[in-house]
């Protein structure tokens, strides 16, 4: 029911995401009404494996963490992670309120054990393939401890996934140990110190395209502002070229032999093929979507929690933890 669009989008988005895998089964959580009137232009649905869960009310955008929690008891996104607590599904996605699906995660479904707040976790497109940064936007004002744990979630997570040893770096405003914040400086001193993770200093916002970490850590509020602002970039850049071309014989023979490489291109550095980000620390497997996600990039979304189910992301995750912390 979140998101700028509603039923309408996650409907249908669903419905192309059961073709894309066929082992897979969704459940809808929100208004069976709305979810019904949508699904009546899908007749060909296989409904077999896309089922509908009631959920009287809805969290808006504008909805405080603490107003959703207290006073919204039948909400969709509530009732979502309840059954993924009472293992009912294997994960739960949402576009809606960011702040409220954080605060209900650890209520509902608590925190891994030496993780005080989850952190947002997605991939980036680099010169030499992806990084992973975190956090996206779920903690705005973090402390030295929490960036430690971000950095040993986004490490357990990377080794999860077949990564012997990711490099995991601050995001900083310089290379040098003089630069930071005071909560960066301490986070930085304590990783150097530990030897369970492959630490490898600062990195600036330029070196996260080039790809000189695996991990990029860094607070909710820079990590939310460098992703919007890398989503934005790649938009002006498709339509800046598009601009170049302009018209006439010249340009539409320049637009011919360019075309294949720019499809290449927007399929490599499409935001809506990134997104999707995994909420780590909770105890599930929870991905947030985009508020104002296309119907791809809510498929993505669906994707990136479906892949996570299948490579056992939660339980590699809880392991990998353990062997860090008793290291």
């Known amino acids: 029911m979140g998101g700028d669009f509603g039923p309408r989008l996650a409907v249908s988005a669903s419905i192309k995401s059961l073709l894309e895998h066929p082992q897979l089964h969704i459940v809808l959580v929100g208004d069976s009404q709305v979810i019904e009137s949508v699904l009546t232009q899908f007749p060909d649905v296989d409904r077999s494996r ?100 971000f950095a040993l979630m986004g490490s357990a997570a990377l080794q999860a996934q077949g990564m012997a040893k990711p490099r995991v770096a601050l995001l900083n405003v310089g290379s040098e140990a003089i630069k930071g914040s005071q909560q960066v400086k301490l986070a930085a001193a304590e990783l150097q110190a530990m030897r369970q993770i492959n630490y490898i200093g600062y990195v600036e916002g330029n070196g996260v395209f080039r790809g000189d970490a695996d991990v990029v850590v860094c607070d909710g509020f820079v990590g939310n502002v460098l992703l919007k602002s890398s989503e934005g970039l790649a938009q002006m850049i498709t339509a800046r070229v598009r601009q170049r071309l302009g018209r006439g014989l010249r340009a539409w023979l320049l637009a011919w032999l360019a075309a294949p490489l720019l499809k290449v291109l927007r399929s490599e550095l499409a935001p809506d093929r990134y997104n999707g980000a995994c909420l780590l620390g909770v105890d599930g497997v929870v991905v947030k979507s985009h508020g104002n996600a296309s119907q791809e990039a809510f498929q993505a979304a669906i994707a990136v929690a479906y892949d996570a189910v299948q490579e056992k992301l939660l339980q590699r995750l809880q392991a990998g933890l353990q062997e860090l912390s008793e290291r």
């Open 50 to 149: 896309l089922s509908i869960q009631h959920a009287s009310e809805s969290i808006s955008m504008t909805d405080l963490p603490a107003h959703a929690l207290r006073h919204k008891p039948d909400s969709s996104m509530r009732v979502a992670l309840q059954l993924l607590r009472d293992k009912q599904v294997q994960a739960c996605v949402s576009a809606g309120n960011t702040g409220a699906l954080m605060a209900l995660a650890k209520h509902v479904l608590n925190t891994l054990p030496h993780i005080e707040r989850p952190a947002l976790m997605t991939a980036l497109p680099t010169l030499t393939g992806e990084t992973h940064l975190l956090d996206l936007g779920a903690n705005v004002d973090v402390n030295a401890a929490q960036l430690v744990q």
